[in-house]
């Protein structure tokens, strides 16, 4: 529980929309949503927490609401969205700014999976990156 995990792929994308993170695998055309506690866990993961220090801060000091952010950390790396770091890294002062202390009031974290438009997003050309991101243009297009 004291590694650090980074997103699995740069063909994850994810946007925050008012109280649920949506997070889409490119790849497979699975998209996810989470819920409010859920984006809060996900923001601590990338601000460079552990799963043990996102408990911590998550928990809300109950030791039921630390068990269920455990549980969700795990449910994303049964998903592949993230997976363990392959080089240690502590949380990055700036990141820790911005990553929430606590859910409040406390909301269990949930992810919910969609497979329905998975067709339509593999069909999608927009999936097609590579590490420079969406849109990209080749240097004869000017």
Not at 92 to 105: F, H, I, M
Not at 109 to 129: A, E, N, R, S, Y
Not at 131 to 137: N, R
Request: proline share 6%.
């Amino acid at each position: 529980m004291d590694q650090a995990y980074v997103i699995a792929s740069s063909k994850i994308v994810w946007q925050n929309f008012d109280d649920e993170l949506i997070v889409i695998h490119l790849e497979s055309g699975t998209y996810y949503s989470l819920n409010r506690s859920g984006a809060a866990v996900w923001r601590m993961l990338e601000a460079g927490l552990t799963p043990a220090e996102a408990a911590h801060r998550g928990g809300n000091g109950n030791g039921e609401a630390r068990a269920a952010v455990l549980e969700f950390w795990c449910r994303l790396v049964e998903e592949s969205l993230i997976r363990p770091a392959s080089e240690a890294r502590g949380p990055r002062a700036n990141d820790l700014e911005d990553a929430p202390a606590e859910a409040s009031p406390y909301e269990r974290p949930t992810i919910t999976v969609f497979k329905d438009m998975q067709d339509l997003f593999l069909l999608d050309p927009i999936h097609d990156v590579d590490e420079a991101g969406w849109p990209s243009y080749r240097a004869d297009s000017n």
